[in-house]
Nanobody
Framework: QVQLVESGGGSVQAGGSLKLSCTAS????????MAWYRQAPGKERELVSS???????TYADSVKGRFTISRDTGKSTLYLQMNSLKIEDTAVYYC?????????????WGKGTQVTVSS
């Protein structure tokens, strides 16, 4: 069973930074595409960033230039460095792994970590 555990969320003022971490089982981390999603109250879940096994990353337009996704294979950990945070970045952030081509969805999800950005 693949397990994903997020950490690093919290409250920060606009303009500040946070770094999220997602610890994954070794199998998931070494073989799968991984991603960060977020869901704000009353809004649909949205893809924030993803990275493949080679480290090639994609970003939502809303976070380009401010967020950086990275992975530490030795620690089986996925990161999301978030800089210049805006109030609209407030959401629960979820780690996901192992994209399923047939389901067009990630197979595994963490429970999420809350990020709150205030003015």
């Amino acid at each position: 069973q693949v397990q994903l555990v997020e950490s690093g969320g919290g409250s920060v003022q606009a303009g500040g930074s946070l770094k999220l971490s997602c610890t994954a089982s070794a199998y998931s981390f070494s073989t799968c595409r991984m991603a960060w999603y977020r869901q704000a109250p009353g809004k649909e879940r949205e893809l924030v960033s993803s990275t493949n096994r080679s480290g090639t990353a994609t970003y939502a337009d809303s976070v380009k230039g401010r967020f950086t996704i990275s992975r530490d294979t030795g620690k089986s950990t996925l990161y999301l460095q978030m800089n210049s945070l805006k109030i609209e970045d407030t959401a629960v952030y979820y780690c996901a792994s192992c994209w399923s081509v047939s389901r067009r969805e990630y197979n595994y999800w963490g429970k999420g970590t809350q990020v709150t950005v205030s003015s």
